[in-house]
């Protein structure tokens, strides 16, 4: 039996999350560290639940077309 492919995976990395973002691995790591980006920490590793990440980035979105009357 094959494991869930990555991208139907539940989480990601802070790596990932800097490329879909455009940001430098240590950008997306200060981010996290100043719970700019969610994310939670298992032993030593940080993942990025990928479901609450879409979700804050969809916030995030500040599309002035959006804003007006």
């Known amino acids: 039996m094959s494991g869930p492919s990555e991208s139907a995976s539940l989480t ?16 997306a790591y200060e981010a996290v560290r100043r719970n700019q980006i969610p ?4 032993g030593r590793r940080i993942l990025i639940p990928r479901h609450r990440f879409l979700r ?4 995030s979105d500040t599309d002035p077309a959006d804003t007006q009357p």
């Open 12 to 27: 990601m990395t802070v790596d990932e999350a800097a490329r879909i973002l455009g940001i430098s691995r240590n950008s």
């Open 39 to 42: 994310s939670i920490r298992i």
């Open 56 to 59: 804050w980035l969809e916030a």
